[in-house]
């Protein structure tokens, strides 16, 4: 029997990472983007999407540095706040992978937001904690 768990894959650049299945709505094609000037270093606008405001949250920059590629797709992703439910966009470079795997706990030399890692045929991917992320960030 094994343990294995379906992740949505998604590319920044030429690295790929993966979040769980289940937080991931869509995978939206590009909508316009509206900025506000009192954005913070991670969310950086918002998208009007079938009635509702999403946030938009780019995290390619902590994810890969400032040489992210310009981003072609967002993610949909809904995350828990307290008692409510928001989806968030995450902004992508490409097409996104659905996959099923088994999680190997990371260690203690990546990032507190790698939750673990998915070990496939030629490479190795960090699952990303969302939450984490967001809150170190907004802490840092």
């Known amino acids: 029997m094994t343990n294995s768990r379906q992740f ?16 991931v709505a869509e ?16 969310f950086t606008g918002v998208l009007v999407r079938r009635g509702h405001v999403i946030p938009v949250c780019d995290i390619a920059e902590v994810l890969v540095g400032s040489g992210a590629p310009p981003r072609k797709f967002y993610l ?9 439910t928001e989806w968030t966009a995450l902004p992508v470079t490409g ?31 960090e699952v990303i904690d969302i939450e984490k992320l967001i809150s170190m960030e907004a802490h840092a």
């Open 95 to 125: 097409e996104c992978e659905l996959t099923s795997a088994e999680m190997v706990q990371s260690t203690g030399q990546l990032p507190e937001y790698v939750s673990g890692l998915l070990s496939l045929k030629d490479e190795i991917v």
């Open 27 to 42: 995978l939206a094609r590009p909508d316009r983007l509206q900025s506000f000037p009192h954005t913070t270093a991670l």
């Open 76 to 84: 949909i992703i809904t995350r828990h706040i307290g008692p409510h």
């Open 8 to 23: 949505v894959m998604f590319p920044i650049g030429s690295k790929r990472f993966a979040l769980c299945a289940d937080m």
